[in-house]
């Protein structure tokens, strides 16, 4: 999951990167509204955690604005308030889901959770191909019933092809989804961090489920290889 946070407590946006990304989320920081607009509009998120008061623009605003350009990323609106006007304003602004600070981490990684499942694609919380089985939730992958280990990294980009099993992946989309837009591009990691993937999903099975397109990306069979 890529998670765009826009929190101008440094300290706490800090806080939440570090945490995210323990769980495996991709995760890129804004400290103003201006500039979380900006990076909503143009890079790709599945949630967006959004403080309401920001320099710049506010979260009410930040969030009317993406939603009047059509943009349907989840939204999880954060305030210091606790009240019901506040909730109601930033639900009638268009937020998905709302958290008051100071609040529970574990609650709002679940509600993260929780959003990305209930965007329009409806993903389901296990991906199963074939006899390949990936729990994103708990981070957990088998094949015909082994455990496979696999890094935190590495984990994010089988479930990444995983979610768009049958499709050719571009090294671009993959940086682009796996790794914060603070990270200097360098294709031929994609390239490492593939390869050892596919060392372990399919060589010691005898399968061949991770397929290298030639000049276009990756490919991950849909019926498990």
């Not at 300290?11 to 201006?34: I, K, M, P, S, Y």
Request: with cysteine.
């Amino acid at each position: 999951m890529r998670v765009l946070v826009v929190e101008d407590e440094r300290r706490l946006a800090a806080a939440l990167q570090r945490g995210l990304t323990a769980e495996g989320f991709t995760v890129d920081v804004a400290h103003d509204g201006n500039q979380g607009l900006w990076l909503a509009l143009e890079q790709g998120y599945d949630v967006i955690v959004l403080d309401i008061m920001l320099p710049g623009l506010n979260g009410y605003r930040v969030c009317s604005r993406l939603r009047g350009v059509g943009s349907e990323t989840p939204i999880l609106m954060l305030t210091a308030k606790d009240g019901e006007y506040d909730e109601a304003e930033a639900l009638d602004t268009g937020a998905d889901d709302f958290l008051s600070k100071p609040f529970s981490y574990v609650v709002l990684v679940a509600r993260l959770r929780a959003l990305h499942r209930r965007t329009g694609r409806r993903l389901p919380a296990t991906l199963e191909l074939g006899g390949l089985v990936i729990d994103p939730a708990r981070r957990t992958c088998s094949r015909d019933g082994s455990e496979v280990r696999l890094t935190t990294r590495e984990f994010a980009i089988l479930e990444y092809l995983a979610r768009r099993a049958g499709e050719v992946v571009t090294k671009r989309e993959i940086l682009q989804h796996v790794w914060d837009s603070a990270f200097e591009a360098d294709l031929n990691l994609v390239e490492v961090h593939v390869s050892a993937v596919r060392r372990k999903i399919d060589a010691p099975f005898g399968r061949s489920a991770l397929e290298t397109v030639r000049g276009a990306g990756y490919r991950l069979a849909a019926n498990g290889g």
